[in-house]
């Protein structure tokens, strides 16, 4: 399988910081999959996304985006095929419009002005915000301004887009809409890989790939179903397993083993009617 990351013995340190954010942290994530970073605060999440975007030079170890190393020769074409959506919905506007928001990455591609209303036009339809265009960004609410962050950023066309906590700050109705968005996004464009740092670990048991960061090391990762049957270690980093998981292990308690593929609560239970 082709990766789209590969970190080997990463580790980078703060400024004036007295430990190390990351610390020899290694793992790969696969072209086209969907992985989930989880972790309590300040286990090194952001760290990590800041350096796979090339904000955070001087870093340890090896980091190689879609086959390339990370280095200061690569960064610049890098950075256009990694996006990120932060945490916070009005740390991320630019433009004085919605359109022009989503414009902007396209601006420093020099693309030319017709192609550019295209494109808006066409991202902006996608994540629901085409009503909007004119609307001043203070003006929208936290699940809107994140759709517009979600529409600049897949209007660049990105291989890999990061997902910072980007829905954590809003109300339950706004991250439902901003997942299935997601997941829409994600159905329609397979080769995208999405790699989503999260406090959802129903959203973490959907994943392909969990990566569980503990003090800025990798203390578990792969399939949700192998990941969460460490339910001792994840407690240890101030971490639940999630509810599907807690519950097949219940039922392996009395004796009723379920296959690893099922990964939610709707085809397991198509699987115990049958
Ligand atoms: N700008 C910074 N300067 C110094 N230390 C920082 C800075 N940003 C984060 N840290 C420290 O680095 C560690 C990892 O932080 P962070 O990557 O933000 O964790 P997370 O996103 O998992 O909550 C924490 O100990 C945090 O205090
Ligand atoms: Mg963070």
């Given at each position: 399988?082709?990766?789209?990351?590969?970190?080997?013995?990463?580790?980078?340190?703060?400024?004036?910081?007295?430990?190390?954010?990351?610390?020899?942290?290694?793992?790969?994530?696969?072209?086209?999959?969907?992985?989930?970073?989880?972790?309590?605060?300040?286990?090194?999440?952001?760290?990590?996304?800041?350096?796979?975007?090339?904000?955070?030079?001087?870093?340890?170890?090896?980091?190689?985006?879609?086959?390339?190393?990370?280095?200061?020769?690569?960064?610049?074409?890098?950075?256009?095929?990694?996006?990120?959506?932060?945490?916070?919905?009005?740390?991320?506007?630019?433009?004085?419009?919605?359109?022009?928001?989503?414009a902007f990455g396209l601006e420093n591609l020099a693309m030319p002005q017709s192609e550019m209303a295209k494109t808006v036009?066409?991202?902006?339809?996608?994540?629901?915000?085409?009503?909007?265009?004119?609307?001043?960004?203070?003006?929208?609410?936290?699940?809107?301004?994140?759709?517009?962050?979600?529409?600049?950023?897949?209007a660049m066309s990105?291989?890999?887009?990061?997902?910072?906590?980007?829905?954590?700050?809003?109300?339950?109705?706004?991250?439902?809409?901003?997942?299935?968005?997601?997941?829409?996004?994600?159905?329609?464009?397979?080769?995208?890989?999405?790699?989503?740092?999260?406090?959802?670990?129903?959203?973490?048991?959907?994943?392909?790939?969990?990566?569980?960061?503990?003090?800025?090391?990798?203390?578990?990762?792969?399939?949700?179903?192998?990941?969460?049957?460490?339910?001792?270690?994840?407690?240890?980093?101030?971490?639940?397993?999630?509810?599907?998981?807690?519950?097949?292990?219940?039922?392996?308690?009395?004796?009723?083993?379920?296959?690893?593929?099922?990964?939610?609560?709707?085809?397991?239970?198509?699987?115990?009617?049958?």
């Amino acid at each position: 399988m082709e990766k789209a990351i590969e970190v080997n013995g990463l580790s980078y340190s703060y400024q004036g910081g007295d430990k190390k954010a990351l610390d020899g942290v290694s793992f790969s994530v696969d072209r086209g999959s969907y992985t989930c970073i989880i972790g309590h605060n300040g286990s090194g999440k952001s760290t990590l996304a800041k350096v796979l975007i090339g904000l955070l030079g001087g870093f340890k170890g090896e980091v190689k985006l879609l086959g390339e190393p990370l280095n200061r020769r690569t960064i610049v074409s890098l950075r256009r095929r990694v996006g990120i959506v932060f945490q916070n919905p009005d740390n991320q506007f630019v433009g004085s419009t919605v359109g022009d928001d989503i414009a902007f990455g396209l601006e420093n591609l020099a693309m030319p002005q017709s192609e550019m209303a295209k494109t808006v036009h066409e991202f902006a339809l996608a994540t629901g915000m085409e009503k909007e265009l004119e609307v001043e960004p203070s003006s929208l609410s936290g699940g809107q301004k994140q759709r517009v962050a979600l529409a600049g950023v897949l209007a660049m066309s990105p291989d890999i887009m990061i997902l910072d906590e980007a829905t954590s700050m809003l109300d339950p109705k706004g991250k439902g809409e901003i997942d299935s968005l997601i997941h829409k996004i994600k159905k329609s464009k397979p080769e995208l890989t999405i790699l989503s740092i999260t406090h959802d670990l129903e959203e973490a048991s959907h994943a392909d790939q969990v990566i569980v960061l503990n003090e800025g090391k990798v203390l578990l990762s792969g399939e949700p179903s192998a990941v969460f049957e460490y339910e001792e270690e994840l407690r240890e980093a101030h971490l639940e397993v999630p509810f599907l998981y807690r519950f097949i292990r219940a039922l392996k308690q009395e004796g009723i083993e379920v296959p690893p593929s099922l990964n939610s609560l709707e085809s397991l239970e198509e699987y115990l009617c049958r």
